[in-house]
């Protein structure tokens, strides 16, 4: 028997085991189950929620759509993460959450990271010229 893969092998089933649990707490929640494999983070909705709030709270924004705000979230029943949701209601958005895995939060806090960057390759491509400002 080939064990060269094995180290893969095993690393492949603990991460399919993590998202089995997550799937199954969101069903005895009786609430959504998000798969960051599938729901890759959208840039609007990373800037609702601040990245140290992310982590302080092991939530991941992933879309938002009008009022609706797509959350996972790795622990719903914690109480930060509860009050949190409620002041977003009371900002007038509706969070809409779902169980995401800790496999699912480390890969969507990467998303942070690549907004960051984003940023800063908008600041250091921007250029004003004088002749642009004198003409507005």
Sequence with gaps: MDQSNLPQDIQRFQEEEKERLAQRLADLLGINYF?????????????????????????????????????????????????FLESLKESGYEPIIGVISETSFEEGLKFYQLLAKEKFSYRESLEIRPEVIKEV
């Design 35 to 83: 798969n960051l494999q599938y729901f890759k983070p959208e840039t609007e909705a990373l800037t609702l929620i601040s990245e140290e709030n992310a982590r302080r709270l092991k939530i991941i924004p992933i879309k938002k759509e009008y009022k609706k705000l797509y959350i996972g979230v790795f622990d719903p029943t914690n109480e930060e993460v509860q009050k």
